[in-house]
């Protein structure tokens, strides 16, 4: 067998996954909306944490497993029971991935990686606030997105490849910080639908992946 069969199980479950999430978007251009549509959306993540567990070897592997499934949580609720409650799950999910970058620090980092990761959670406290304020309720998603923003800063930083991790992590931040130039305004809803689903799912996927198959070939 192969080393990529050897570590990769249920990749039936990756293809799934991207399967679900790259058909979505065609629910996000026509603006469909009710119970199934609610599942669709969840199917993508949610696979990619199914995946993740078939993959686990350990308390890390969990872990990425966890992140994915709050994630997943999320995308559902944000639909089902609205902004506060998904925003809730998306936040957990955010710790966990927090603490298993921490875990897991590149032993070294240069000048300019440092100095990316102490930029991003004040740049976009930054963005969000001129983005959005001073509409009511604007801190709301200013504290939400230092979450973010310290997760992709901290995945960042992290032994996990940064061309997938590491990106993948600001590929979130990204679209959550366009979700965010729409309703503040900033950028017309019509540009920012063909964005904030690719981003997000795009980045969820590179996490994953760069997560998974760095801990799961490990224990090979």
Do not use: C
Request: no cysteine; proline share 3%; charged share 10%.
């Amino acid at each position: 067998m192969t080393t990529q069969q050897n570590w990769d199980r249920a990749r039936w479950l990756w293809w799934l996954a991207l399967l679900g999430g790259v058909s979505f978007f065609a629910v996000v251009y026509q603006r469909l909306d009710g119970p199934t549509i609610w599942a669709w959306k969840a199917s993508g993540v949610g696979l990619l944490a199914l995946w993740a567990a078939a993959n686990a070897r350990g308390k890390h592997g969990w872990m990425i497993a966890a992140t994915l499934a709050f994630g997943a949580l999320g995308d559902w609720l944000l639909d089902a029971k609205g902004l506060e409650t998904g925003a809730v799950a998306f936040v957990i999910g955010h710790i966990i991935a927090i603490a298993l970058y921490l875990m897991n620090r590149r032993p070294r980092l240069t000048s300019s990686q440092r100095l990316l990761v102490w930029l991003t959670m004040p740049a976009t406290l930054a963005i969000v606030w001129g983005m959005l304020s001073p509409a009511p309720g604007w801190w709301h998603a200013a504290l939400y997105s230092l979450f973010v923003a310290a997760m992709a800063a901290a995945a960042w930083t992290s032994r996990f490849p940064r061309y997938r991790a590491g990106i993948g992590a600001m590929l979130f931040l990204a679209s959550d910080l366009f979700i965010f130039a729409g309703e503040g305004g900033a950028l017309s809803n019509d540009i920012t639908q063909w964005l904030v689903w690719p981003l997000y799912f795009g980045g969820q996927t590179l996490i994953a992946w760069g997560v998974v198959s760095t801990l799961a070939r490990e224990t090979v």
